[in-house]
């Protein structure tokens, strides 16, 4: 399961292979100029660097949809930085750099890639992780990132997940005494540690985000449930435990990534607004967001000291803040998942801006004077609704201009034909977001089919991807159910499939992809 | 006969239990700490037990108020007791006991840190770390570790009794949180618990998620914070880390020095009383002793452990076994099946005391009557049974 040289990390099957929009320069800028600080500067190459890289596939969106930027990931698993390097190879992306090399390895040799970094990223790693292997990641940022440089870590807190931390103990020495392979083991362990709970165990109930989690353990992916829980070192972490150590690496709490982060009401309940609002320890503060809405995940940006700008300066970065659609439909009187619950926006005034978004970009000064007596603080407060509900994302200014159309495509084809291996991508690079956007199997084997010159025809890309299914001994999925039926599976893929083809004419064209 | 639909509604009609509220271990005088009563649970664990029969020695590693590093003192007035605690003022209550007392055999070792020999070349028949793993930073954990594992006479027997992890994993975030707020007060010390607990009660009656809407935490908080004494709060919840670790994650640490787990100090926590016919058989089925654990805890939401380790574990046949139970010496009335679950049920109940390996001294009830006399609260020192009732 683990071995010798893993440190506790799961190393007998391969981490699966997400596409991370939250780590793309441009989120990250947002997510600073919200928080009053200083977007990432486009005056030189940006040196962008992915600590625990894994498989390689964010870092890879980066170097794809920001070719201008310097993409260097670090992993200790000579598996993932192999899959890593195929896939830039692949896609012929010339400024991105795999290095097998540990934390430890990092920390100590200066002369392991770039020695001044403008943003440092660790996504899936800090919960999993040795604390000697967190002070080790926490160095690497002390050590590399460039005064004003930006780190974004991202980890499981223990007001969503401390509860499973038990059941992830138990699940792991049930994989060990069972021996074989972690995500085989995952699944017996899985079904032996959820009769507990049936059995009436008085550990149960628990929190209801771990509830939830619980329940799912049989359903979920082995191979991501193994490195979720199989690990030495899963443990959930507070918000001050990280502040803390980051603060003594002379990185200060910025904000968080999350677009909702600075909308003050979306993350307590009437009643302890004033509670919050009132407490001005910033550390304090975050800690009791968490506990009002038992927070499970943190994607924390910290900056290598605070920028102190004029009133005029905040503004000036603010008005340039833009977003580009993402070609979501908008429907009147559906609601908003916020950390305090659904929350109903109102249609009056997003549906309008919605529908320009198909058209069009929007920047904050344009959602400012889109009604009268419109702050720019409301205006944030929007865009941060509409990059929460996945309508816009950030946009990159002047991604036209580059190689960034022709990096992409590389990739997005590569997805693409690995999809046509039996491969399970569902993510489309989209330059003018400099990340990816979410993407489903249809779709992606409608875009190929379109590239690769089939006709621009209903029928004949419908018949295209069933051969593909059929090939792949794959099933239609609609609302979670299983569509067996050929007709109405045809139906299905064919509803998908015009989909597929108004998207390619449209929001498609608009991100950058066709 | 029911039907399905008949079973469904009956399963949806089944009560919730209530919540196990955690609680931490009382800080006084505990029996189970003794090296006399290790003794009797390593052997009742079916390992073989250190040898008590000639003057010994053990430490205490988290000796607290000081009353169980006192109460061995004064029954085994040629023992030599060595005592420690990270806590200053654990330190200083010991020392005034001991002094109290007149225990000429207490050492306690008052100099900042933990020296790495325990205050001597000589090896300890027994150690108990008691309270320290689950509080203290990773550094002084390992240096306790260290310190445990190489002066630990083979065949001696180590008590860790900890907070775990299923019984306070959810507690955790809250209790960091009321720390927090403690370590900044700049107000009047005396009004610290009060500040906490309004703030908590704010959250509580704003409906914050995490306090609202987990069962245990809710009930805890009534119980054992809004409910409790506010010193308590302030010793148990303030003062210190929370920390709380599993067994698994202790056998871990011990498991390169040779130590091997014996069983729980509290004798009835191996037997599975409390636990239904379906989690029973589950933990018998266990694929390893450490899943076996794992599962005891969860089966009842075992708050806190106290675990009997053996340098060099050394499993009894049942002929050897027989022959140690046969002389262990009993206090009181008790069945004749001395490996029988009544009699682990009368020794854990109190009902019952292993009496003394080591005979006692002349002067050693002389001694255990001052030290009652010096402890405040109404425990009785026994020289017979080597321990206190």
Redesign the interface.
């Known amino acids: 399961m683990t071995a010798d040289w893993s440190d506790g990390y799961v190393v007998d099957v391969p981490y699966i292979e997400p596409l991370t929009p939250e780590l793309c320069p441009a989120r990250l800028s947002m997510a600073a100029v919200l928080h009053n600080q200083p977007p990432i500067p486009d005056s030189h190459t940006i040196q962008w660097i992915d600590v625990g890289s894994g498989s390689g596939l964010s870092a890879c969106m980066v170097a794809a949809a920001n070719p201008r930027i310097s993409v260097w990931g670090f992993d200790f698993n000579p598996t993932h930085v192999e899959r890593a390097r195929e896939i830039a190879n692949g896609a012929a992306l010339d400024n991105c750099t795999f290095v097998e090399a540990s934390f430890a390895a990092v920390a100590s040799d200066r002369d392991l890639g770039p020695s001044d970094a403008d943003v440092i990223v660790v996504h899936g790693v800090h919960s999993w992780v040795s604390?000697v292997n967190q002070r080790q990641i926490t160095e690497i940022i002390r050590q590399r990132l460039r005064p004003g440089g930006l780190a974004y870590v991202m980890y499981e807190t223990?007001?969503g997940w401390?509860?499973m931390?038990?059941?992830a103990?138990?699940l792991r020495?049930?994989a060990?005494?069972?021996g074989r392979r972690s995500d085989h083991a995952f699944e017996e362990a899985a079904r032996?540690v959820l009769?507990?709970a049936e059995?009436?165990?008085?550990?149960f109930?628990?929190?209801?985000p771990e509830s939830l989690q619980f329940q799912l353990l049989t359903e979920r992916n082995s191979s991501y449930a193994a490195h979720e829980y199989l690990g030495s070192h899963f443990r959930p972490v507070?918000f001050?435990e990280l502040a803390t150590i980051m603060d003594s690496k002379a990185c200060v709490y910025a904000g968080s990534v999350d677009a909702s982060d600075h909308i003050a009401g979306v993350w307590?309940?009437p009643?302890?607004t004033d509670?919050l609002a009132h407490t001005t320890?910033l550390?304090?503060r975050q800690?009791?967001q968490?506990?009002?809405?038992?927070r499970q995940l943190r994607q924390d940006l910290y900056r290598r000291g605070l920028a102190a700008p004029t009133p005029d300066a905040q503004r000036k970065w603010m008005r340039h803040l833009a977003v580009v659609g993402l070609g979501k439909e908008y429907v009147d009187g559906s609601a908003l998942t916020l950390p305090i619950g659904q929350v109903r926006v109102d249609d009056e005034f997003y549906r309008p801006l919605v529908d320009r978004l198909t058209e069009t970009t929007l920047s904050l000064a344009d959602i400012e004077a889109e009604r009268s007596g419109m702050t720019l603080g409301d205006a944030a407060t929007a865009l941060g609704f509409l990059v929460e509900a996945g309508f816009a994302a950030p946009l990159v200014n002047g991604w036209e201009t580059g190689s960034a159309v022709s990096s992409a495509r590389r990739l997005n084809e590569l997805l693409i034909a690995e999809n046509l291996r039996g491969g399970d991508h569902r993510a489309l690079v989209a330059p003018a977001t400099g990340a990816a956007i979410e993407s489903e199997y249809v779709e992606m084997l409608t875009l190929g089919a379109l590239w690769s010159g089939t006709p621009d025809d209903v029928g004949a890309i419908t018949s295209h991807v069933l051969e593909q299914l059929t090939r792949q001994e794959r099933l239609v999925r609609e609302n979670g159910v299983l569509i067996e039926n050929v007709e109405e599976a045809r139906i299905v893929v064919e509803r998908r499939v015009r989909r597929a083809l108004d998207r390619a004419q449209g929001a498609f064209v608009q991100l950058g992809i066709c | 006969v029911q039907g399905e639909a008949e079973v469904e509604a009956a399963i949806e009609e089944v009560e919730?239990?209530p919540p196990?509220v955690p609680h931490p271990d009382p800080r006084g005088f505990r029996r189970e700490l003794t090296p006399t009563w290790l003794h009797a649970a390593t052997l009742l664990g079916g390992h073989r037990p250190p040898d008590l029969s000639r003057p010994f020695r053990a430490a205490y590693l988290g000796c607290g108020n000081g009353q169980t590093p006192a109460v061995v003192a004064a029954v085994h007035p040629e023992c030599e007791i060595w005592a420690w605690d990270f806590r200053l003022n654990q330190v200083e209550a010991t020392r005034r006991l001991r002094d109290a007392a007149e225990l000429d055999n207490l050492v306690v070792h008052e100099r900042r840190g933990l020296p790495a020999d325990l205050g001597s070349d000589r090896l300890c028949d027994v150690i108990v770390v008691a309270g320290v793993l689950d509080v203290v930073n990773?550094d002084l954990r390992a240096q306790v570790i260290e310190a445990v594992g190489s002066n630990l006479r083979p065949g001696g027997v180590l008590c860790v009794t900890y907070r775990t992890?299923?019984g306070w994993?959810?507690i955790?975030?809250?209790q960091?949180?009321m720390r927090?707020?403690a370590q900044?007060d700049t107000g009047d010390p005396e009004g610290v618990v009060d500040r906490v607990l309004d703030l908590l009660a704010?959250?509580q009656?704003?409906?914050?998620?995490?306090?609202v809407?987990?069962?245990v935490v809710a009930a805890w908080l009534a119980e054992e914070v809004f409910g409790g004494d506010p010193a308590a709060v302030m010793t148990e919840y303030l003062a210190d880390d929370m920390r709380p670790i599993?067994h698994?994650q202790l056998v871990e640490w011990l498991d390169p020095f040779g130590l091997a787990y014996v069983g729980s100090a509290r004798l009835t926590d191996d037997l599975d009383l409390d636990?239904?016919d379906?989690?029973k058989e589950?933990i018998d089925a266990a694929?390893?002793p450490?899943?076996r654990e794992?599962?005891r805890?969860?089966?009842?939401?075992r708050a806190t452990r106290a675990d009997v380790f053996r340098l060099g574990g050394e499993r009894l046949s049942s002929i050897q076994s027989n022959e140690y139970l046969s002389a262990l010496k009993l206090s009181g009335e008790h069945p004749p099946d001395r490996d029988s679950i009544g009699l682990r049920v009368l020794l854990d109940a109190g009902a019952i005391d292993p009496m003394s390996v080591l005979p006692h001294a002349p002067n050693a009830q002389v001694r255990a009557d001052r030290l009652s006399a010096a402890i405040s609260e109404s425990i009785v020192v026994a020289a017979d049974i080597g321990s206190a009732r």
């Open positions: 604390p223990a007001t401390s509860s931390v038990p059941i103990e138990a020495l049930h060990i005494a069972d032996d009769r507990l059995a009436r165990a008085r550990y109930p628990i929190g209801d507070m001050d307590s309940p009643e302890l509670l320890d550390l304090l800690m009791l968490d506990l009002v809405v038992q | 919730p239990l196990v990773d992890t299923v994993v959810e955790a975030p809250v960091r949180l927090y707020v900044r704010d959250l009656e704003g409906g914050a998620g995490y306090i809407h987990r069962p599993s698994a636990v239904n379906e989690l589950m694929p390893s450490l899943v794992a599962y805890d969860i089966a009842v939401r």
